[in-house]
T-cell receptor
Framework: DQQVKQNSPSLSVQEGRISILNCDYTNSMFDYFLWYKKYPAEGPTFLISISSIKDKNEDGRFTVFLNKSAKHLSLHIVPSQPGDSAVYFCAAPNSGGSNYKLTFGKGTLLTVNP | DAGVIQSPRHEVTEMGQEVTLRCKLISGHNSLFWYRQTMMRGLELLIYFNNNVPIDDSGMPEDRFSAKMPNASFSTLKIQPSEPRDSAVYFC???????????FGDGTRLSIL
């Protein structure tokens, strides 16, 4: 049972345009979400997070939106740059005592074309 | 600051051999995580240590897998005997506290022939 789903395995956008990466979750107890970016042959790196008390968090070109009623979040990258080409993972920690345990989506491969 | 350091980066060995993966945490981090990434299952948590103590090993596949933290900055993940189905990328990650974003090493790509 996948509790965090990234239904698009890949996304291709033109440089300068907006990239929108989507993530759905099924566990209503999730109250915090993270996005990680992963380049080939490297480990995932933390990008941005959002708490369920907010519906938006912005950091430079990266904005994450959370829609709790739809159990959906999205990562917007504006403007997209070729260096943003990577696999993006959505993740959520368990609530309560096992909040160390992250459930990851399968990832979306973003390709930004020059 | 040095990040999480994993070694080796690549390991190719024959089934039945013992495999040892190594991880050096970021200084000052007290939480250590071992993950396995496969195409089928994505990133899965194998084991979590806090202050050198194993807290959750529910993700360890079977008794062939074992992990240790002999000190606050170093951990090993051992597979004995190894099997072809153990082939995957193994990541180590650390965090300052358990509920803070985890910092990942670059992984060990393991191939068991």
């Amino acid at each position: 049972d996948q509790q965090v789903k990234q239904n698009s395995p890949s996304l291709s956008v033109q440089e300068g345009r907006i990239s929108i990466l989507n993530c759905d979750y099924t566990n209503s107890m999730f109250d915090y979400f993270l996005w990680y970016k992963k380049y080939p042959a490297e480990g995932p790196t933390f990008l941005i997070s959002i708490s369920s008390i907010k519906d938006k968090n912005e950091d430079g070109r990266f904005t994450v939106f959370l829609n709790k009623s739809a159990k959906h979040l999205s990562l917007h990258i504006v403007p997209s740059q070729p260096g943003d080409s990577a696999v993006y993972f959505c993740a959520a920690p368990n609530s309560g005592g096992s909040n160390y345990k992250l459930t990851f989506g399968k990832g979306t491969l973003l390709t930004v074309n020059p | 600051d040095a990040g999480v350091i994993q070694s080796p980066r690549h390991e190719v060995t024959e089934m039945g051999q013992e495999v040892t993966l190594r991880c050096k945490l970021i200084s000052g981090h007290n939480s250590l995580f071992w993950y396995r990434q496969t195409m089928m299952r994505g990133l899965e948590l194998l084991i979590y240590f806090n202050n050198n103590v194993p807290i959750d090993d529910s993700g360890m596949p079977e008794d062939r897998f074992s992990a240790k933290m002999p000190n606050a900055s170093f951990s090993t993940l051992k597979i004995q005997p190894s099997e072809p189905r153990d082939s995957a990328v193994y990541f180590c990650a650390s965090s300052r506290q358990s509920n803070q974003p985890q910092h990942f090493g670059d992984g060990t790509r393991l191939s068991i022939l």
